[in-house]
T-cell receptor, first 112, second 114 residues
Framework: GQQLNQSPQSMFIQEGEDVSMNCTSS?????WLWYKQEPGEGPVLLIA?????ELTSNGRLTAQFGITRKDSFLNISASIPSDVGIYFC????????????FGQGTRLTINP | DTAVSQTPKYLVTQMGNDKSIKCEQN?????MYWYKQDSKKFLKIMFS???????INETVPNRFSPKSPDKAHLNLHINSLELGDSAVYFC?????????????FGAGTRLSVL
């Protein structure tokens, strides 16, 4: 089945550092999404990407939809303590019933 | 004014029991979903309903039976609970079923089967 490979699985950084994570797949997706999940909560959408090559920012977050439609990255600049959480990429498959497939998540820990 | 609300938030039960989780959304969305998140935080879709009709059923054991009494509600009933059913179950909703429709998630129900 369709799989998203997300890396890294975890990151330990200092406050103020920039963060980069990415997702790749052998399948083509027509939408890429980045979600953040905090403890005891559900995933919350950060950025949605709909076109190959699209680069979108949301405050300190920037994400890009890869030109091959098989990958996406998320960057966080100047990290702050509240950035802690698990970040998930997700892609919509385009064959059959449209459904969202999630990556394995990147757990971000920040040392103040 | 919670958008997608699930009850209960925690559910602890014995193997073999039957339990239900309820979900309600007040966003006026037509499509609702159930996801399962395992202990490694992997999120996988289980079911999707659009206008009360089942459109996705991801090879989930038939002990799991979703029910959508109306567009704003999607409940999940689980029969004969097994240890492997322990997970966090998330409800989500979106305006429509296509890829341009953002899914909004509830806070999750943590199910522990003893």
């Amino acid at each position: 089945g369709q799989q998203l490979n997300q890396s890294p699985q975890s990151m330990f950084i200092q406050e103020g550092e920039d963060v980069s994570m990415n997702c790749t797949s052998s399948s083509i997706f027509n939408t890429w999404l980045w979600y953040k999940q905090e403890p005891g909560e559900g995933p919350v959408l950060l950025i949605a990407l709909y076109k190959a090559g699209e680069l979108t920012s949301n405050g300190r977050l920037t994400a890009q939809f890869g030109i091959t439609r098989k990958d996406s990255f998320l960057n966080i600049s100047a990290s702050i303590p509240s950035d802690v959480g698990i970040y998930f990429c997700a892609g919509f498959i385009i064959q059959g019933a449209q459904k969202l497939v999630f990556g394995q998540g990147t757990r971000l820990t920040i040392n103040p | 004014d919670t958008a997608v609300s699930q009850t209960p938030k925690y559910l602890v039960t014995q193997m073999g029991n039957d339990k239900s989780i309820k979900c309600e959304q007040n966003l006026g969305h037509d499509t609702m979903y159930w996801y399962k998140q395992d202990s490694k935080k992997f999120l996988k879709i289980m079911f999707s309903y659009n206008n009360k009709e089942l459109i996705i059923n991801e090879t989930v054991p038939n002990r799991f039976s979703p029910k959508s009494p109306d567009k704003a509600h999607l409940n999940l009933h689980i029969n004969s609970l097994e240890l492997g059913d322990s997970a966090v179950y998330f409800c989500a909703s979106s305006r429509g079923a296509g890829s341009k429709n953002i899914q909004y998630f509830g806070a999750g129900t943590r199910l522990s089967v003893l």
